[in-house]
């Protein structure tokens, strides 16, 4: 066999050596030359255009139904899985909760190194939405992982060893993590980051690949007005904040802490950003305005990270609506003109389809009902309905802060011309509040002790909307619904489609289902351990072709709320035509009785509600309603372990799980009022 080099070594594949060569070949160029085969899998959306749509086809609707399993690998975790796992020439690289990243050899199912970056387990809450991980990027022999805690971190494709390391914060006070996946172009690994519920201040960041050097930094909201505006994109947007809200106290946000898309035609990079900070625009900018860069499609010079141009999707964004969903870049036909476009469904229920030459709005569409805005303007604006930023009455917003669409990637297939994507409601009300202050871990305010600032009080009102999730296959070109699926729950998975006329799809009830992309039609289902929210990937190797998919359940609705009797362990399932191995043996959920005779004054529940909304319910959710996602519902603890709250609470006992040390933050006395709470919900919904 004859390698790039004109060496004739043949090579254990697996072997550091094969690795050293097979991603020490992948750089842009490659990334872009694997889109003639989709042969690998070498970045989180599959190629540059983050299409997800593979032009293999060996699986195809004709034979997925004999699909089966090859081997499954387990990531031996038990938060939320969001990872795409990455594949070159049959080494797999895919990370799991708490940033680990784990190399897996595809040939044989087994492990070939773990990286674990050391995140502070105790530093979990300082996130708001699980402590997971998108994925990494792979680029000329490194792996590159965004730690949660805010490192990027280049490690050895073949030793797993790091090679470097760079803090991404500007300022370690505030309450900054990583959850998104790096993109690597041009010899430069660019990040964002979370934090934007509780007062952090968005920007995006490229580094040197090689060297771990920052190339350059753009913000995606002003600062400090009696700083200097970094760049004339920060003069622009801060004539649309009202400095009367103080907004650079709390960060105003616009977190990039998903999409980042380069695209190589236009050497642009499109950020997508995030929400206000706090949500509540009234305190944030209470004169109103349009708060750029909230919301927004931005797109930046690739080479110098400068401003070119900005399509806002939500003006003066007041419901935690991100546009930091997953983007896809595409050339369409629309009115028999090839148009170059971002396809875009971020969390406000519209599908966007946006001129990426030059960020000119085409088109948007509901692909959900929605109550915040009647449609979209010629120009590109929303028509907004008034009752949604009402300042002294409650709102039920549909989308809700969980939106429409999330992270879960969708895919877009050019041969059916269909869009892929996982749509949900998740019901919630929101009323503003009459006094903010910036970290005031005050009652009633949600996951304030945990540092949150959102401005609003959730379900001070029960959200009157019901839950649902659907698959949707959306027309872009039409702006219309071809098929759907219904799920018994939000939160599915990402989707992958494929050249074999297929869509692929985790579910959150814990299935892998294979549908025709064309008509819709279910060809093929297997059970997996526990409910399923990352995207699969597909690729082939030594000519045969492969479909793999981490399963785990969590994110932010998944911490609370499940949809299946199973769970973890983190699980990377692979499979491939004639697969034959087993499933492996599913963890069965235990979950605990009601909570009974836990003694507690009923005077005291009002103030422990108060007092479990700040610090408990955003993990722990509701007792006795929710069931448990990934971190157990106190509603069915043993009732020493509630009589004991003080023995969990304080002192940090179970940190590595990341339950936070409440010393200093409650006192036994709140405790008390929490048990209350706690007790007097269970029986309050026990059957008679
Ligand atoms: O505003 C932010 O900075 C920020 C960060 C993140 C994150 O980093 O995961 C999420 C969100 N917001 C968010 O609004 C959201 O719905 C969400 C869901 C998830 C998830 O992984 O399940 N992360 C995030
Ligand atoms: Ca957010």
């Known amino acids: 066999m004859t390698l790039g080099g004109g060496a004739a070594v043949a090579q254990t594949k697996g072997s550091p050596e094969h690795i050293k060569s ?25 190629d540059y255009a983050e299409t997800r749509f593979s032009k293999l086809d060996q699986i195809n609707a004709s034979n997925v139904k004999d699909i089966g399993l090859m081997w499954t690998y387990s990531l031996e975790s038990i938060r939320g899985v969001e990872a795409t796992p990455l594949v070159v020439d049959g080494i797999m690289y895919v990370s799991a909760p708490w940033s680990i990243v784990h190399a897996v050899d595809t040939r044989t199912g087994k492990r070939l190194w773990t990286f674990d970056p050391g995140v502070d387990r105790e530093k979990g809450y300082r996130g708001c939405c699980d402590v997971v991980n998108r994925g990494v990027a792979l680029y000329k022999g490194k792996v590159f992982v965004g730690a949660y805690d805010g490192r990027l971190i280049a490690i050895d494709a073949a030793s797993g060893q790091k090679v ?71 003069e622009a947007a801060a004539k649309t904040w009202d400095p009367a809200g103080k907004y650079w106290v709390s960060g105003g946000g616009g977190t990039a802490w998903d999409t980042i898309t380069f695209d190589p035609d236009l050497n642009m990079v499109y950020i997508g950003t995030g929400n ?14 349009d708060n750029l860069y909230l919301g927004s499609i931005v797109a930046l010079n690739a080479e110098t990270g400068k401003y070119i141009w900005h399509y806002q999707e939500t003006p003066g964004d007041n419901w935690d609506y991100t546009s930091t969903q997953p983007m896809i870049l595409a050339d369409i036909t629309i009115d ?21 030459t030059n960020g000119k709005y085409i088109s948007a569409k509901n692909f959900v009902d929605v109550n915040w805005a009647t449609g979209y303007d010629a120009s590109g604006r929303p028509i907004e309905v008034p009752e949604a930023r009402t300042p002294d009455k409650s709102f039920d917003s549909i989308p809700g802060p969980f939106g429409a669409h999330n992270w879960h990637p969708m895919s877009f297939n050019p041969q059916t011309g269909l869009v892929y994507l996982p749509a949900q409601g998740v019901p919630l009300n929101l009323t503003g509040e009459k006094k903010f202050v910036q970290n005031d871990p005050g009652p009633f305010k949600y996951a304030a002790t945990t540092g949150w600032n959102i401005g609003f009080t959730l379900n001070t009102e029960p959200p009157k909307n019901l839950p649902f999730g659907r698959l949707i296959a959306w027309d ?141 319910a955003s993990c722990h959710g509701v007792p006795g309603v929710d069931k448990g996602g990934n971190v157990p519902n ?48 269970a029986d309050a919904i026990r059957p008679k």
């Not at 580094?207 to 004339?232: C, H, L, M, N």
């Not at 206000?276 to 305005?289: C, D, K, L, M, Y």
């Not at 028999?336 to 875009?344: A, D, S």
């Open 336 to 356: 028999n003109q090839p148009r170059k476009v971002v396809l875009h469904a971020p969390k406000n229920g519209f599908f966007f389809v946006i001129d990426r």
């Open 276 to 289: 206000g900070s706090p949500w509540n625009r009234n305190i944030r900018s209470p004169a109103g305005g």
């Open 634 to 681: 106190l509603g069915y603890s043993a009732p020493e372990t509630i009589t004991n709250l003080k023995d969990i609470v304080f002192g940090g006992p179970f940190k590595d799980k990341g339950m936070p040390d409440f010393t200093g933050k409650l006192t036994e006395a709140d405790l008390t009022k929490i048990q209350a709470f706690i007790q007097g919900t």
């Open 476 to 616: 872009p070109v039409k702006q219309k619904e071809a098929w759907r699926a219904e799920y018994v729950a939000p939160w599915n998975g990402g989707t992958l489609t494929t050249a074999g006329n297929l869509v692929f799809q985790g579910t959150a009830d814990g299935r892998f289902v294979a549908y025709n992309a064309k008509t819709g039609e279910k060809l093929w289902e297997t059970p997996v351990g526990t409910g399923a929210v990352a995207a699969p990937s597909t690729y082939e190797v030594d000519g045969k072709q492969y479909v793999s998919i981490a399963v785990g359940w969590g994110g932010v609705f998944g911490i609370t709320q499940r949809a299946t009797d199973r769970e973890g362990p983190g699980t990377v399932y692979t499979f491939a035509v004639g697969g034959k191995a087993p499933l492996p043996a599913f963890t069965k959920y235990q979950i605990g009785n009601l909570l009974k005779g836990v003694k507690y004054d009923p005077k005291d529940v009002p103030d422990g509600t108060a007092i479990y909304v700040s610090a408990c």
């Open 22 to 46: 097979a991603v020490g070949a992948v750089d842009s160029a490659s990334i872009k030359a694997n889109t003639a085969t989709s042969k690998d899998w070498p970045t989180y959306g599959l």
């Open 164 to 234: 470097w390391e760079k803090d991404t914060i500007t300022d370690r006070k505030m309450s900054y993590t990583i959850t998104g996946a790096p993109r690597v172009f041009n010899g430069k690994v660019v990040i964002g980051n979370g934090g934007a519920e509780y007062g952090v201040r968005g920007y995006v960041t490229a580094y040197d690949a090689e060297t771990g050097d920052q190339k350059w930094r753009w913000f995606t909201v002003p600062g400090d007005p009696s700083k200097p505006f970094e760049d004339g994109s920060m």
